[in-house]
């Protein structure tokens, strides 16, 4: 998916607790060079990347802000909330708008597809040492021969809090 938007379904809370022939839809999509998945009724929209407004005193992987049809949202990239590293953006480079408590932004390398897995599709993670938190890994998404990493992307985003002028005209009403 190029930087096209794309309107999507409302949310749900996501569950690992799937049973065998319970099918659920996930948003695959890159970040260095692995594919990942979140459920997709977390998901609000899709957008390219555009005109980020830096935000100071901020963690590095909270890149700023948009303005998405009057709202001010955080924008947070993936791959340095993963420690992984930083990439330059290019046309690929999406905007992921999720539901968690407020509307977010993740940016991501690229969006793949929409997939479904059954319950019996979705394996345990593996574990991945004690000083290791993958606490937000869902499980690991099998699809033919690859294998997709499923994260709950409210887990993912836990801590991050930036203060928007929105925030502060609703906690003065």
């Keep these: 998916m190029n930087a096209t938007q794309t309107k999507l379904p409302a949310s749900g809370s996501t569950a690992a607790n799937q049973n065998d022939s319970v099918s659920r839809k996930y948003l695959t999509f890159h970040l260095a060079g692995e594919e990942y998945g979140i459920d997709i009724r977390m998901v609000r929209e899709i957008n390219g990347v555009s005109n980020i407004t830096p935000v100071p005193a901020m963690p590095d992987y909270v890149k700023g802000v948009i303005n998405l049809r009057g709202n001010v949202i955080p924008i947070i990239d993936l791959r340095l909330k993963f420690g992984m590293p930083e990439a330059e953006y290019n046309e690929e480079t999406c905007i992921i708008v999720v539901d968690v408590e407020r509307e977010v932004g993740v940016v991501v390398d690229s969006v793949s597809e929409v997939i479904d897995l059954k319950g019996a599709d979705i394996k345990p993670a593996p574990p991945m040492g004690a000083n290791v938190d993958n606490s937000y890994i869902v499980g690991m998404g099998s699809v033919g021969d690859s294998l997709k990493i499923l994260i709950d ?21």
């Design 153 to 173: 992307i409210e887990k993912a985003l836990v801590g991050v809090h930036v203060e928007c002028p929105d925030d502060e005209e609703a906690s003065e009403e």
